[in-house]
Nanobody, 125 residues
Framework: QVQLVESGGGLVQAGDSLRLSCAAS????????MGWFRRAPGKERDFVAT????????YYADSVKDRFTISRDIAKNTVYLQMNSLKPEDTAVYYC??????????????????WGQGTQVTVSS
């Protein structure tokens, strides 16, 4: 089992930046990739970005491409989501997730076995 703890959410204005962190602990050796998802009020949990743990290969949702950057620090067992040029439509609870599935890029919630508790990001206009 992998435990994930997100941090870094908050209230910002449109155009601002924010960096989310996700610290992993437990049986992390089997983790193949980690991802970020978000759930806006009244909507499904949507894919945001994913990164493979060993190679650092990344993949993004079209809605955040060129604005968000996912990265990882292997020594700290931490994955980050740098969010720039934030928009009100980015408002959501952001979740970190880990998967052992060796797909090239996992973009569906069901592909991930472990989840954090989520952190709220609110972008005001």
């Amino acid at each position: 089992q992998v435990q994930l703890v997100e941090s870094g959410g908050g209230l910002v204005q449109a155009g601002d930046s924010l960096r989310l962190s996700c610290a992993a602990s437990g049986r992390t050796a089997s983790t193949y990739a980690m991802g970020w998802f978000r759930r806006a009020p009244g909507k499904e949990r949507d894919f945001v970005a994913t990164i493979t743990w060993s190679r650092g290969s990344t993949y993004y949702a079209d809605s955040v491409k060129d604005r968000f950057t996912i990265s990882r620090d292997i020594a700290k067992n931490t994955v980050y989501l740098q969010m720039n040029s934030l928009k009100p439509e980015d408002t959501a609870v952001y979740y970190c997730a880990a998967t052992t599935f060796r797909d090239l890029f996992s973009t569906t919630p069901t592909s991930y076995q472990n989840w954090g508790q989520g952190t709220q990001v609110t972008v005001s206009s």
